[in-house]
């Protein structure tokens, strides 16, 4: 299931303003047919990284001079295969999986052509009061998965393979943008739904490459050396046996993977996937382990569509081992959650968790892991 995986084959031709785009998997047939004909201009792109130094966290400032040429007109997805009558972002008239570099990126690399800084290093600004202030260029790269060419498809209507491909693309750009000079951790997500903000219904996720390590994955490391040092032990081992050792929060167990609502769940509905064997990133995935996977996502995405009178919206979120560290510790899993706490009620992150970053959850683990259950 790696980017070497020579069953999906990958293909890769450049958009008129210069971005890369990927098809994965068994269409089209001669990509280069199908040149991108619109009449794109390149987009400048600033963003900086300013360091909020009481919250030890960087936070991405993003303005960009936005050349409006390509405006998509309401009744033209540009995440569609292309057909006579209009060019979308996927110059084909076809596709399995189609990935591409996003046109208005959060982070971008630099016009010089690398990312950010080069040496790999994080770069926190300097201690003293004369770095108070400080912040740098945000380098990296934004890019959108296409999972499906159907407009009204969702990632729960994909077949097993057709999963696997998504797959396949989110190992090959994880080992390829952790590559790039700069970037320091790589993150696959997807947003589902009007609720919590996407704006193309068009089945698609989207990967980040930052020029730094996030913050929840920094406290994640954190706790894992605090941990090894008292202990001796691996946090996300042990934590994954502690789960395992409870049947009440377990959803689903294969033979590679366990689903289960965490002890300490955020969300109403929140589920997190781990492989039973640790490996810190999609890359160092088995081929077994990737099968199966696929399965059971697809089967945990059918039951929150189940949850309420219609699909929920969900935030799906891959957490992997930065590029640069904590490959030794780390432990690759996917984190599920709805926003939805009951047909038509939204959990908002409000007063305590927006002020105070203090979530408290209305339903309990325990209700939520038998209510998934239920729904198989
Ligand atoms: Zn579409």
Redesign the pocket.
């Known amino acids: 299931m790696t980017h070497d995986d020579p069953r999906v084959r990958k293909t890769t031709v450049t958009l008129a303003d210069g971005r890369e785009l990927m098809y994965f998997g068994a269409v089209p047939e001669r990509p280069a047919d199908y040149p991108d004909r619109r009449p794109l201009a390149e987009v400048q792109v600033r963003s900086e990284a300013r360091w909020d130094r009481l919250a030890g966290e960087w936070v991405v400032i993003a303005s960009h001079r936005q050349d409006r040429t390509f405006q998509p007109a309401d009744d033209q997805?540009p995440?569609?295969p292309s057909s006579a009558g209009s060019r979308t972002e996927i110059p084909a008239p076809e596709y399995e999986v189609a990935v591409f570099e996003n046109r208005f990126p959060t982070l971008k690399t630099a016009e010089t052509g690398h990312a950010g800084d080069g040496d790999g290093a994080e770069r926190k600004p300097p201690p003293g009061p004369g770095h108070l202030l400080a912040g740098r260029p945000a380098g990296g790269r934004c890019e959108v998965v296409c999972f499906s060419p159907r407009?009204t498809a969702s990632f729960a209507d994909l077949s097993p393979g057709q999963a696997a491909t998504v797959m396949a693309a989110w190992a090959d750009r994880s080992a390829e943008l952790a590559r790039l000079p700069g970037v320091e951790q790589v993150y696959c997500f997807e947003n589902r739904g009007a609720e919590i903000g996407v704006t193309?219904s068009?089945p698609h996720g989207q990967i980040y490459a930052y020029p730094y390590v996030t913050p929840r994955t920094d406290r994640m490391l954190s706790a894992c050396a605090s941990y090894r040092r008292e202990t001796g032990s691996n946090l996300f081992d042990d934590v994954l046996a502690a789960e395992e050792a409870d049947p009440s929060r377990i959803v689903l167990r294969g033979s590679h993977w366990t689903a289960f609502v965490p002890y300490a769940a955020r969300w109403p509905y929140e589920v997190h996937l781990y492989p039973r064997r640790r490996v810190p990133s999609l890359v160092a995935l088995g081929d077994a382990a990737g099968a199966e996977f696929c399965g059971l996502y697809l089967d945990l995405l059918r039951r929150f569509d189940r949850l309420f009178d219609r699909p929920a919206p969900y935030i799906s979120a891959w957490h992997q081992a930065p590029a640069h560290r904590g490959g030794d510790e780390f432990a690759l899993h996917l984190e599920l959650f709805t926003v939805m706490r009951a047909p038509g009620k939204l959990k908002y992150l409000a007063g305590s968790e927006s002020g105070m970053g203090a979530f408290a959850n209305d339903i309990t683990p325990e209700t939520a892991a038998a209510r998934l259950r239920q729904l198989g």
């Open positions: 997805c995440l569609c407009h193309l068009h």
